[in-house]
T-cell receptor, first 114, second 109 residues
Framework: DVKVTQSSRYLVKRTGEKVFLECVQDMDHENMFWYRQDPGLGLRLIYFSYDVKMKEKGDIPEGYSVSREKKERFSLILESASTNQTSMYLCASSPLHDPNTEAFFGQGTRLTVV | DAKTTQPNSMESNEEEPVHLPCNHSTISGTDYIHWYRQLPSQGPEYVIHGLTSNVNNRMASLAIAEDRKSSTLILHRATLRDAAVYYC??????????FGTGTRLKVLA
């Protein structure tokens, strides 16, 4: 069964902490994505990566960075967490340059910054 | 990137068909139309996709207008488990998936 796994379902962090959200996929997909989801705003793309060590900004990259050192793993980093980064974070993966196949999503990480 | 427009919410009675519309008037000739849904407290899951022809799978059917400027996701017999937010998207650029706010489907018992 194909899978995108996010390391935590729930996280509580303090303001100013450095936060790492981890995502692993087992489908050998080139593309990986990080989204955040907030009520009334839908899913918004933060960053995506189409290869190891490659990354591109999405619509809302401010306050975030990413790391892709291995094909199967894509990490989202909050350098200094703030309360406005309290949100649901979703990771996804898909094959490169093939819109005729679907993307797969993880179950999400609900992050609360206090 | 091509944009999609969907109604914010719809209701259906259980066991009845549901037609979820999506407008994508700026679609390009090579854009696939994808549908995903998000059940409560879960990540989005794939439902169906197509390019020009109507498509069927075990979950749903996708009807694509001849000019491709709109499409309709059809759930043939809605169940309570189909209550979710449904997203119509057009993977673009390097095939990043841009989601709008989708349609919240409520199924009434």
């Amino acid at each position: 069964d194909v899978k995108v796994t996010q390391s935590s379902r729930y996280l509580v962090k303090r303001t100013g902490e450095k936060v790492f959200l981890e995502c692993v996929q087992d489908m050998d997909h080139e593309n990986m994505f990080w989204y955040r989801q907030d009520p009334g705003l839908g899913l918004r793309l933060i960053y995506f990566s189409y290869d190891v060590k490659m990354k591109e900004k999405g619509d809302i990259p401010e306050g975030y960075s990413v790391s892709r050192e291995k094909k199967e793993r894509f990490s989202l980093i909050l350098e200094s967490a703030s309360t406005n980064q309290t949100s649901m974070y979703l990771c996804a993966s898909s094959p490169l340059h093939d819109p005729n196949t679907e993307a797969f999503f993880g179950q999400g990480t609900r992050l609360t910054v206090v | 990137d091509a944009k999609t427009t969907q109604p914010n919410s719809m209701e259906s009675n259980e066991e009845e068909p549901v037609h979820l519309p999506c407008n994508h008037s700026t679609i390009s000739g090579t854009d696939y139309i994808h549908w995903y849904r998000q059940l409560p407290s879960q990540g989005p899951e794939y439902v169906i996709h197509g390019l020009t022809s109507n498509v069927n799978n075990r979950m749903a059917s996708l009807a694509i207008a001849e000019d491709r400027k709109s499409s309709t996701l059809i759930l043939h017999r809605a169940t309570l488990r189909d209550a979710a937010v449904y997203y119509c998207i057009l993977p673009s650029g390097t095939y990043k998936y841009i989601f709008g706010t989708g349609t919240r489907l409520k199924v009434l018992a």
